[in-house]
């Protein structure tokens, strides 16, 4: 069984910085696109990034370059989300998500992805 948990999240200052973990277990993700996703108060689920199985390459939403950097140590089977330059528009509930690698698989659509963890909450104040 598929299973993420994440960790990293707590309260920062603005200017501050987090590194989310999303630690997978129950499959090899290797052969997963695994993606960030949050969730603010009242608004819908929104992608901040993707990164593909090997070769790797990683993208962003629009909105997200710059200050979200993801990777991921398949080794350790964990996902990782660095967020430099913390706002307060930054907070929100984090998620990670693995989808299986396919051809044509739309890394930032939150249809492709089948596995989410339960989350972990970024709270910026000023």
């Known amino acids: 069984q598929v299973q993420l948990r994440e960790s990293g999240g707590g309260s920062v200052t603005a200017g501050g910085s987090l590194t989310l973990s999303c630690a997978a277990s129950g499959y090899t993700t290797s052969n997963y696109y695994m993606a960030w996703f949050r969730q603010a108060p009242g608004r819908e689920r929104e992608a901040v990034a993707s990164?593909?199985?090997?070769?790797?390459?990683?993208i962003y939403a629009d909105s997200m370059k710059g200050r979200f950097t993801i990777s991921r140590d398949n080794a350790k089977n964990t996902l990782y989300l660095q967020i430099n330059g913390l706002a307060m528009v930054d907070t929100a509930m984090y998620y990670c998500a693995a989808g299986r690698y396919r051809w044509d698989f739309r890394p930032l659509d939150i249809k492709e992805y089948t596995a989410w963890g339960q989350g972990t909450q970024v709270t910026v104040s000023s």
């Open positions: 990164i593909s199985p090997s070769p790797v390459t990683t």
